[in-house]
């Protein structure tokens, strides 16, 4: 179950990553046209949201890999199913459903992380 979840989280981790640094260092404009739910939100509200994302990557792998605070591990994949919900929410709402698969995708790799890691550290 291990190896599952460190191959979950290394894959989560590099995705979101990369997500989080292009929503960063991309002026708004330039995102637009790859994510076009931007248009809804703020140029802060979108650097916002890139940062959870690069914290989440790094919240995944960091801790459990050091043993500080390993508790950050699952923690950083609850946030990031958060971040897949409210995701799943803006695109129905600007009716971008077909695009939901992924995030659903997404949640359901941040779900297994969550749940595997927590029931890691509980010994059961």
Partial sequence: MD????IASGILAAAYL?????????????????????EDFAPA????????????????IVPWATGILP???????????????????????????????FNVTMLAVALFIAIGRFVQLAGV
């Fill in 18 to 38: 990369a997500a989080g640094l292009i929503k960063l260092i991309r002026p708004k404009p330039q995102l637009k046209s790859m994510l076009p739910w931007t």
């Fill in 71 to 101: 508790v950050l591990t699952p923690l950083a994949a609850t946030g990031l199913v958060i971040v897949q919900v409210s995701a799943i929410v803006t695109h129905v709402r600007r009716g971008e459903a077909k695009v939901t698969p």
């Fill in 3 to 6: 190896i599952a979840l460190w």
């Fill in 45 to 60: 509200t979108i650097k916002l949201i890139g940062a959870v994302e690069l914290l989440g990557a790094v919240g995944l």
